[in-house]
C-alpha cells in the first residue's frame, strides 16, 4: 500500500507536508528535501511507539 503525500508551500516560505490517509500527519521544512527529511524522522518515531500504520512505513 502506498501513501499519498501532498506538499506545498505555505505562507510563511516553508513548505508543509500532509499524508490524508493518516489525520494529522503533517510535516514542515525550509525545503522540500529537508520536508521529507522529517516525515521520516516521524515514521521512526510512530515505529519507536510501536504503532503499525500499512504504507507509512515505506515512505
Given at each position: 500500500?502506498?501513501?499519498?503525500?501532498i506538499i506545498e508551500k505555505g505562507?510563511?516560505?516553508?513548505?508543509?507536508?500532509?499524508?490524508p490517509a493518516l489525520p494529522g500527519?503533517?510535516?514542515?521544512?525550509?525545503?522540500?528535501?529537508?520536508?521529507?527529511?522529517?516525515?521520516?524522522?516521524?515514521?521512526?518515531?510512530?515505529?519507536?511507539a510501536g504503532i503499525s500504520v500499512?504504507?507509512?512505513?515505506?515512505?
Amino acid at each position: 500500500m502506498k501513501l499519498e503525500v501532498i506538499i506545498e508551500k505555505g505562507e510563511s516560505g516553508y513548505y508543509v507536508a500532509e499524508v490524508p490517509a493518516l489525520p494529522g500527519c503533517i510535516s514542515q521544512g525550509k525545503t522540500v528535501d529537508e520536508t521529507v527529511i522529517n516525515l521520516g524522522t516521524l515514521r521512526k518515531l510512530i515505529r519507536q511507539a510501536g504503532i503499525s500504520v500499512d504504507g507509512f512505513n515505506n515512505l
